[in-house]
């Protein structure tokens, strides 16, 4: 059996990957305004992007005989852009945080596959948080 703690803050990272998911998703639909078309394009790619790290933490869980949650972390939608964008900034700054953390413990608990997984998850964060912080400096 693998680590409790590294099947914890898996699932962590699973509750964020959803509430990224549905967030984004629903800033996609619901963004208005004159810079809408772009950013409503990238919060929907995001959003896909999300899903798959999600599915990525799910099947890695599962392998290490976790059973993945269905709860995201709460969901921050409303607003105007820069509200949301704001909000997004702030998620994948939180997102970071904790995967750096999974790295760790990936690293602790002897797991070098768990640790590539959530490095290359991280790659993919640090750049959701650039697009979304580039997106405030306009």
Same mark, same amino acid.
């Given at each position: 059996?693998?680590?409790? !703690?590294?099947? =914890?803050?898996? =699932?962590?990272?699973? @509750?964020?990957?959803? +509430?990224?998911?549905?967030?984004?998703?629903? +800033?996609?639909?619901?963004?208005?305004?004159?810079?809408?078309? @772009?950013?409503? =394009?990238?919060? !929907?790619?995001?959003?896909?992007?999300?899903?798959?790290?999600?599915?990525?933490?799910?099947?890695?869980?599962?392998?290490?005989?976790?059973?993945?949650?269905?709860?995201?972390?709460?969901? #921050?939608?409303?607003?105007?852009? #820069?509200?949301?964008?704001?909000? =997004?900034?702030?998620?994948?700054?939180?997102?970071?945080?904790?995967?750096? +953390?999974?790295?760790?413990?990936?690293?602790? @608990?002897?797991?070098? #596959?768990?640790?590539?997984?959530?490095?290359?998850?991280?790659?993919?964060?640090?750049?959701?948080?650039?697009?979304?912080?580039?997106?405030?400096?306009?």
């Amino acid at each position: 059996m693998a680590d409790q !703690r590294l099947l =914890n803050i898996i =699932n962590k990272s699973i @509750a964020g990957e959803l +509430q990224a998911l549905v967030q984004y998703m629903w +800033q996609h639909v619901m963004a208005v305004g004159i810079e809408s078309p @772009a950013i409503r =394009n990238m919060f !929907r790619s995001t959003a896909m992007e999300e899903m798959k790290h999600a599915e990525k933490l799910a099947e890695r869980l599962d392998l290490l005989g976790g059973v993945p949650t269905t709860t995201p972390d709460p969901i #921050v939608v409303g607003g105007t852009l #820069v509200e949301m964008i704001k909000a =997004n900034v702030k998620s994948e700054a939180e997102t970071m945080k904790l995967y750096k +953390q999974a790295i760790d413990l990936s690293i602790e @608990a002897k797991d070098p #596959v768990t640790r590539l997984m959530f490095e290359e998850l991280l790659g993919d964060e640090e750049e959701h948080h650039k697009d979304f912080s580039d997106l405030l400096e306009k």
